[in-house]
């Protein structure tokens, strides 16, 4: 026992004696982490010799670690294993069924222990005991152990059989892929003013903690064999980005953060990447029928949405990853008030980013189906009414948009404002139509469709 014992500590001493001198991550949106470190250690020397390291990620994946050395060509690796069958009570009581094991049993009326032997019989539930010749269900005390069970570890470790002949202290480079550290974007738009500014949102997951790292973030969606599972999210921290730098890699687009930062296990930390002021924004209102056909009235919601392009111009330009863009508008006190969120898709610059805000409350649209008539060659005709009411006090601009299948002729008319455009192709079966309505009035669209098949 005693020395089991001191292997174990010797084991642990030898642990101490790696450093990590540097640490490079580089995160994927997908949670997808990629690790890079330099560590500075001692080595044993001789020929397939053990040695170990730990303060692994958890989800660590191990077909994708790999070991090299610095300035020592002695340095050849015959095997790599990864335990990660961690300690915990169900794998320690897992290891002793039908074992003896000692219970620690105290007294409630004198509060004197005293310790019993028994067997384990079963770890399910409370467990299953014989002590005595007596079965009991659930432990009659605390469960004493004689020693931690071969083949369990205390955190994760990975262990290599190799060859060094190197006695002096070296750097190795190690590198692996893991999963639970995924990153995203979040921006936040108030809607008066024009001002953006966007955060990276990283979190870990992953099982172990990172110090004074370098951090890579992708933006784009690689492809995985195995997708990664759902993360949660923990801690919170904030730090201010003095400026992030981008650069094109492969297909997607790298986001490097200025400065060395610190990323705790189970804990969320974000970072400002990118702000603009004034930016030029343009309120939309659009009415979509997207397959609306009843002969009673049918009111269509009709919505709202901020657009604005990405580019120079606009105080941006830079590849944005993609991210839920939260808005805010200015109340009559100087107050930030909440007012809608999208998601935003990875957006290249110079393209116009448009985001749902809701639905106007000012603005009512209906639509009704007049008629149908039926004509030869198994062709149908169908006229439609979309009533549109502006009870703002400014002039808006709505575009109704209708989704029409198939081959068709179709023919429209506005009726009291000269304001306004023809039902348009604009792609994929969809029409459009857009009119200015003045404040406090009333607009109606009336339009014909033959249906040819």
């Known amino acids: 026992m005693k020395q089991k014992l001191l292997l174990y500590i010797l084991f642990l001493f030898a642990l101490n004696n790696s450093t990590i ?15 890079n470190q330099v560590i500075k250690t001692e080595i044993p020397v001789g020929e397939f010799v053990t040695w170990s390291l730990e303060d692994l990620a958890a989800t660590l994946e191990a077909a994708s670690v ?30 002793y069924l039908g074992k003896e094991i000692k219970f620690a049993i105290t007294n409630i009326s004198t509060g004197r222990i005293t310790n019993k032997k028994g067997l384990l019989l079963s770890n399910v539930g409370e467990g299953v005991y014989k002590i005595d010749n007596e079965i009991y269900i659930g432990a009659p005390g605390r469960i004493i152990l004689p020693d931690l069970p071969d083949g369990l570890a205390i955190r994760p470790r990975l262990k290599w059989k190799i060859s060094n002949e190197k006695e002096k202290e070296q750097s190795l480079k190690l590198s692996y892929l893991m999963s639970g550290t995924p990153w995203s974007a979040d921006y936040t738009l108030n809607v008066n003013d024009g001002s953006l500014t966007g955060w990276v949102t990283l979190n870990n997951n992953s099982g172990t903690s990172f110090s004074d790292s370098s951090i890579n973030l992708i933006a784009g969606e690689i492809n995985r064999a195995n997708k990664s599972d759902d993360i949660l999210r923990m801690a919170r921290n904030y730090a201010e980005s003095d400026s992030v730098s981008e650069e094109s890699l492969f297909e997607y687009h790298m986001y490097t953060l200025p400065n060395k930062t610190n990323l705790p296990d189970r804990s969320m930390k974000q970072v400002k990447f990118v702000s603009a002021d004034n930016l030029n924004l343009v309120r939309k209102y659009t009415i979509e029928n997207n397959g609306y056909s009843y002969e009673s009235l049918t009111k269509i919601p009709v919505r709202v949405s901020i657009e604005f392009n990405n580019s120079q111009e606009n105080g941006l330009g830079m590849p944005l990853p993609k991210g839920v863009v939260r808005m805010f508008a200015t109340d009559s006190k100087g107050n930030g008030q909440f007012v809608g969120e999208d998601n935003v898709s990875h957006t290249p ?54 989704r029409l299948w198939g081959e068709i002729d179709i023919k429209s008319t506005w009726f009291d404002t000269s ?20 404040p406090d009035k009333e607009v109606v669209l009336t339009y014909t469709v033959v249906f040819n098949n």
């Open 66 to 95: 790999r070991l090299s050395p610095i300035n020592n060509i002695s340095f050849k690796i015959h095997e790599q294993n990864f335990e990660y069958d961690l300690v915990n009570k169900s794998k320690i009581l897992e290891k």
């Open 419 to 438: 304001l306004t455009e023809d039902l348009k192709n604009i792609g994929n079966s969809w029409y459009e139509s857009t009119v200015s309505i003045p």
């Open 21 to 35: 001198e540097s640490t490079n991550l580089t995160l994927y949106n997908d949670g997808t982490g990629y690790v």
């Open 349 to 402: 610059k110079n393209e116009k980013i448009s985001l749902m805000a809701g639905e106007a409350f000012d603005i009512v649209s209906e639509f009704k189906q007049r008629s149908t008539k039926n004509l030869e060659g198994k062709r149908v005709q169908k006229s439609y009414e979309v009533s549109i009411r502006n009870r703002k006090d400014e002039m808006v601009e709505v575009a109704y948009r209708t």
